[in-house]
T-cell receptor
Framework: EAGVVQSPRYKIIEKKQPVAFWCNPI?????LYWYLQNLGQGPELLIR????????DSQLPKDRFSAERLKGVDSTLKIQPAELGDSAVYLC???????????FGAGTRLSVL | GQQLNQSPQSMFIQEGEDVSMNCTSS?????WLWYKQDPGEGPVLLIA?????ELTSNGRLTAQFGITRKDSFLNISASIPSDVGIYFC??????????FGKGTMLLVSP
């Protein structure tokens, strides 16, 4: 069974440019999470979806970040415009149900120059 | 955002040695998880703990859910080079949101 798939694995952009990350969760997993991981830190939740509904987006910087999960399966996280401080690893995770074990993808490493 | 207190921050040991690391929180958790993250990869679940006082093993790894529900411990016995990586604790108060520690970087010398 395939795990959580994220693309791209790496992205280098100039500041003020837009960028998008894609995540395909494990088949059948209703809950999807986007995390931000800064260097030397643990992951921090940005947004959590249950099916297509964003049930916790309190930590998402809504002035520049947006996310969608239109059909309740794969999801896209967007940053527009990107800032230097956005350089980090963006992790996607999924779980069968809201309180089930979370399985992580390999992440997208973003460098903003 | 909030992060758990995880220690030590890093460890450099000889192959064959045992390793202990711990995690503490100011809040009570209902679930404690331990993940390992290799360079360039996402965290992989090692052990999940669901009850205060629970002691669970996974091969050479043993983890415990503290009685106070505010701490957890991970032990690795007879370390090997492939144990190298960053170990994260994570706690959940039961609403699916995980709070992570800052990680313990483990280096093992052959």
């Amino acid at each position: 069974e395939a795990g959580v798939v994220q693309s791209p694995r790496y992205k280098i952009i100039e500041k003020k440019q837009p960028v998008a990350f894609w995540c395909n969760p494990i088949s059948g997993h209703n809950t999807l999470y986007w995390y931000l991981q800064n260097l030397g830190q643990g992951p921090e939740l940005l947004i959590r979806y249950e099916n297509e509904e964003a049930v916790d987006d309190s930590q998402l910087p809504k002035d520049r970040f947006s996310a969608e999960r239109l059909k309740g399966v794969d999801s896209t996280l967007k940053i527009q415009p990107a800032e230097l401080g956005d350089s980090a690893v963006y992790l996607c995770a999924s779980s069968l149900a809201p309180q089930s074990i979370q399985y992580f993808g390999a992440g997208t490493r973003l460098s903003v120059l | 955002g909030q992060q758990l207190n995880q220690s030590p921050q890093s460890m450099f040991i000889q192959e064959g040695e045992d390793v202990s690391m711990n995690c503490t929180s100011s809040s009570i958790f209902n679930t404690w998880l331990w993940y390992k993250q290799d360079p360039g990869e996402g965290p992989v679940l090692l052990i999940a703990l669901y009850k205060a006082g629970e002691l669970t093993s996974n091969g050479r790894l043993t983890a415990q859910f503290g009685i106070t529900r505010k701490d957890s411990f991970l032990n690795i016995s007879a370390s090997i080079p492939s144990d190298v990586g960053i170990y994260f604790c994570a706690g959940s108060a039961g609403y699916s949101t995980l709070t992570f520690g800052k990680g313990t970087m483990l280096l093992v010398s052959p």
